[in-house]
């Protein structure tokens, strides 16, 4: 397996409202990360035979939690400066 850095969008090396240098982040959720059917049907199942699974309350507490995520992605927003007391920290990308 080889491993390479990441490729993104071009932006500029600095921010053009504070001049600070750009981090970048990730990773980035840009789809479903779940199939809800199978989460929601496997947590039925799970439920009607709770004698059968000895960690119950784990997997029923995990299978609950996948199923409350939203099916698509949050629309992210641009964000190209935090300010922090007197510091700038840059956080940026683009929707």
């Known amino acids: ?6 490729i ?3 932006v500029p090396q600095e921010c053009s409202d504070c001049g600070k240098k750009f981090n970048v982040g990730g990773p980035i959720w840009s789809a479903p990360i779940h199939d809800q059917d199978w989460v929601v049907s496997t947590l039925t199942g799970v439920k009607s035979m709770k004698d059968r699974y000895p960690a119950y309350d784990k997997i029923t507490s995990v299978l609950t939690t996948v199923s409350e995520v939203p099916p698509t992605p949050p ?3 641009i ?3 935090v300010l922090v007391g007197e510091k700038c920290s840059t956080v940026g990308f683009d929707p």
């Not at 397996?1 to 990441?6: I, V």
Request: with cysteine.
């Open 79 to 81: 964000v190209r400066c």
């Open 8 to 10: 993104g969008p071009v």
């Open 75 to 77: 629309r992210p927003s």
């Open 1 to 6: 397996m080889k491993h390479a850095p990441a």
